[in-house]
């Protein structure tokens, strides 16, 4: 059964200040690992697509990367506005019906005080 | 180009009703699932429809089901509801399965 973990559930930092948030996942025959960021009240904003080990991929103060086992947002220099929370979902084929549904983490929400 | 639409954004029903969902994928896109969302047990993959059929579908009862018709366009029935199907259901939907999926803004159903 596909497996993602996020740590830690919730994190609070200062504006300016850079941290990382963790995502590990079990998975049979990985496809891709998503990053969505999701506002109160909407649906999740795509972020971030990373498909092997090694990858790595940016947007503005967000840098995600990829290894077998696990996955890291680094979050650098964050503004309020980066206050939300942070998804993390794993695609593996599903080989009984060729199907690519996602299983998500719980999620990790970042508040960041001015 | 427009997002993923979904109908109604909120909605209350009475235990023992059913309800139907409606999801208009992004243009061009053929493929759509669904999800729940919950506090408690976050998103949780309900089922997922490429041209017309389900590809898979998560480990839910039967009272979920859905369709998607042939201009991609899908809806989620929910019959005799309980209390414990209060949540934040989105529809998300891809260009096909394996691609990126974009999800819409949800419909939040209350049920009471």
């Known amino acids: 059964e596909d497996q993602v973990t996020q740590s830690p559930e919730a994190l609070r930092l200062q504006e300016g200040e850079s941290s990382s948030l963790n995502c590990s996942y079990t998975?049979?025959?990985?496809?891709?690992l998503f990053w969505y960021r999701q506002d109160p009240g909407k649906g999740p904003e795509f972020l971030f697509t990373?498909?092997?080990a090694g990858e790595e991929k940016e947007k503005e103060r967000l840098k995600a990367t990829l290894t077998k086992k696990e996955s890291f947002l680094h979050i650098t220099a964050p503004k309020p506005e980066d206050s939300a929370t942070y998804l993390c979902?794993?695609?593996?084929?599903?080989?009984?019906?060729?199907?690519?549904?996602?299983?998500f983490g719980k999620g990790t929400k970042l508040s960041v005080i001015p | 180009k427009a997002g993923v639409t979904q109908t109604p954004r909120y909605l209350i029903k009475t235990r023992g009703q059913q309800v139907t969902l409606s999801c208009s994928p992004i243009?061009?896109?053929?493929?759509v699932s669904w999800y729940q969302q919950t506090p408690g047990q976050g998103l949780q993959f309900l089922f997922e429809?490429?041209?017309?059929?389900?590809?898979n579908k998560g480990n839910f009862p039967g009272r979920f089901s859905g369709r998607q018709f042939s201009n991609s366009r899908s809806e989620m029935n929910v019959s005799t509801l309980e209390l414990g199907d209060s949540a934040l259901y989105l529809c998300?939907?891809?260009?096909?399965?394996?691609?990126?999926?974009?999800f819409g803004e949800g419909s939040w159903l209350t049920v009471v």
């Open positions: 998300a939907s891809s260009a096909g399965p394996g691609n990126t999926i974009y």
């Open positions: 998975v049979s025959g990985l496809r891709g």
């Open positions: 990373l498909y092997s």
């Open positions: 979902a794993v695609q593996a084929r599903n080989s009984g019906a060729g199907s690519y549904q996602l299983t």
């Open positions: 243009s061009g896109h053929r493929s």
């Open positions: 429809y490429f041209s017309e059929t389900q590809r």
